[in-house]
């Protein structure tokens, strides 16, 4: 029983890092990037994504 949750656990987390993948690329098509705000050390956001 333990084995078959495992397993089935394990393809969850598969499909929902597939579908984060899949919805980076579509938005990078767009022209839309996305960076994580923890990267910009220092900077501020003025609520608009800028």
């Known amino acids: 029983m333990l084995t078959i949750l495992s397993t089935l656990a394990q393809e969850e987390a598969r499909n929902i890092s ?8 579509k938005l ?9 705000a923890y990267l ?10 800028n």
């Open 18 to 25: 597939e579908n984060v993948k899949w919805g980076f690329r």
């Open 40 to 49: 910009f050390y220092g900077f501020d956001s003025d609520g608009n994504g």
């Open 28 to 36: 990078a098509e767009r022209g839309i990037v996305t960076v994580p």
